[in-house]
C-alpha cells in the first residue's frame, strides 16, 4: 500500500526492468574486454621486443669476444621462456588477439635462437634475433589496428545521427587517441628497433676490434633508417607535445635523447664503421645505446598506458550516448 502511494506520488523513481536491451550490455561489455586484452597484450609484446633486443646485442657482444655479458644472459634467457610463458597466458583470454599459429611462430623462432646459439655464426645470431623482432613488431601493429575503432563506435545502435553528435561532444579524445595509438604502436617501436640494430652490429665490431666491409655497409644502412626516422619521430613528438599537454610526462625528455641518439650514431660512424682499428669500448657502447632504447620504450609503455585510460573512458562515453 506505502509502495503504491509513493509510486503515484512519484517521490520515488521504478528500476527499469532487465529486457531485450540488457543484451547490447553484454556486447559492450565483450568487446570493452576484448580491446582491455589487446591493450595489455601490446605492452607484453613491447617488454618482450625489449628482451629480445638486449639478448641479440649480448649475445653478438659475446661471440665478438666480451665475456661481461655471460652473466646477464643467463638470466636474460631465463626471464625471456617466461615472457613468452606469459604472452601465451595472455592471448589464451582472447584466441581472436594471437592465433595459436603465431605463438607457434614465436616459440619456434625462440627456440632457434637460444638453442647453441654460441656456436652460431654471428650473421645468422643476428638475423634469426632481427625475424624473431619483425614477428613482434608486426603483431604489435595489427592490435594496434584493431584498436584504432573506440568500444562505443563498435555497437550496433551507433549508426543513429545523435551517436555520431555525441562521438563529437562527449568523445573529445578521439584525434589524440589515435595519434598516439600510431605513435606507440608503430613509430616509436620501429626507431628503438633501429637502434637495437645498431647496437647489436656495434657491439660486435667493437668486441671484436674489427669491421669488415659486410658489417659496415649493414650498419651504414641502419644509422641512415634511424636518422631518417628520427625526423619522422621529432615531428611526431612536437605534433603530439601540442596535444597533450602533459599526459605523456617523458616527451618532453625525447629532446635531449634526441642529443645522444646522435652521439651514438657519430661515434659508431667515427670509431667503428670508419675507423682502420676500433679502440671504443664494446659494453660502454652498449650501455650508451641502451639507454636511449630503454628510454624510447619507457614512452611507448606511458602511450600504451594513456590509451587504456581513454579506452576505459569509453564507458561514460556509450552510457551518456542516450
Known sequence: MAASTINRQGATPVAPSRGKGSSQFAHFCDLYHQRLDALTLAKQLIHMIKAVQRHRGMTMGTLGGNQQFRDE?????????????LLQAFSARSSA?????????????????SRDWQEDAVIDNYELHCHLIEQLLSMVAALGKQLEQPTSQS??????????????????????????LHFATRLMPAEAEQIGRIRALATYASALGYCDKDFASKLRYVI?????????LRHQT????????????LLGQ???YEIKLEFLLSMVESDVVNAHQINTD??????????IIDVYLKVVDEGVQLLTQWHEQDIEVWVQSY
Open 282 to 291: 664494446s659494453s660502454r657502447l652498449f650501455s650508451l645505446a641502451t639507454d
Open 224 to 232: 641512415q633508417c634511424t636518422r631518417v626516422n628520427n625526423e619522422k
Open 254 to 256: 625525447l629532446k635531449s
Open 155 to 180: 555497437m550496433p545502435e551507433m549508426v543513429e545521427p545523435k551517436v555520431i553528435h555525441a562521438d563529437e561532444t562527449l568523445y573529445p579524445n578521439r584525434f589524440k587517441y589515435l595519434e598516439v
Open 97 to 113: 588477439l594471437l592465433s595459436p599459429r603465431d605463438q607457434e611462430n614465436l616459440s619456434n623462432a625462440w627456440l632457434t635462437i
Open 238 to 249: 612536437k605534433r603530439l607535445e601540442g596535444l597533450l599537454d602533459s599526459d605523456l610526462s
Open 73 to 85: 644472459l643467463s638470466h636474460l634467457q631465463v626471464q625471456l621462456e617466461r615472457r613468452l610463458e
